[in-house]
């Protein structure tokens, strides 16, 4: 099993998907972008967000479908609910170009943790998927998805 890290996402794609699938998370850049890890499903590249550590993560309920608690919430969380297809020419690995030590020893932190679960992260995003594409997911959850069927058709359509 490979290795994860973590990407930031080029803006321009980010406002193309938005075109179609307003759940796509906004990028916040020049100060926040969108940080998260990459993993192959369905023959796409996808990328699933982080959200950084809020106390509400800690308490959130581990079995919850479409959430990857990392460290049990104390360094954030994985939002499997906004993932989203991506050309791999529009990922940046995130670590190296981080100035701020602070943010990137969290960055840091974050891959290395989500590393030592990894085959547990993998679980759960095939679980969810599953979920998805088969439409066994309550509808408060399918409410706040991505649409990723659609989304790996305009992938394509980026190429």
Same mark, same amino acid.
């Given at each position: ?12 794609? =980010? ?6 699938? @307003? ?5 916040? *850049? $020049?100060?926040? $972008?969108? =940080? ?16 950084? $550590?809020?106390?509400?993560?800690? +308490?959130?309920?581990?079995? %919850?479908?479409?959430?990857?608690? *990392? ?5 954030? %969380? ?5 993932? *989203? #297809?991506? $050309?791999?020419?529009? !990922? ?7 100035? &701020? &030590? ?8 974050? *891959?290395?943790?989500?590393? @030592?679960? /990894? ?7 095939? /679980?969810?998927? /599953?979920?998805? /594409?088969?439409?066994?997911?309550? #509808? ?8 990723? =069927? !659609? ?7 980026? +190429?």
């Amino acid at each position: 099993m490979e290795k994860l890290k973590l990407y930031y996402i080029e803006n321009n794609y =980010i406002e193309y998907l938005r075109k179609f699938d @307003s759940k796509v998370a906004y990028n916040k *850049i $020049p100060n926040r $972008p969108y =940080i998260g890890v990459v993993y192959t499903y369905n023959n796409f590249k996808y990328f699933a967000p982080l959200s950084s $550590p809020k106390e509400k993560h800690i +308490k959130m309920n581990n079995n %919850v479908i479409d959430l990857f608690k *990392i460290k049990n919430g104390e360094l954030g %969380v994985i939002n499997l609910n906004n993932m *989203i #297809p991506c $050309p791999e020419k529009v !990922l940046h690995e995130i670590i190296p170009i981080v100035k &701020d &030590d602070k943010y990137k020893k969290l960055l840091e932190n974050q *891959i290395t943790e989500i590393n @030592s679960k /990894r085959e547990n992260l993998y679980k759960k995003v095939y /679980r969810f998927q /599953r979920e998805y /594409r088969n439409n066994r997911l309550f #509808p408060n959850i399918l409410n706040r998805c991505c649409n990723f =069927i !659609l989304l790996e058709q305009k992938c394509i359509e980026y +190429k």
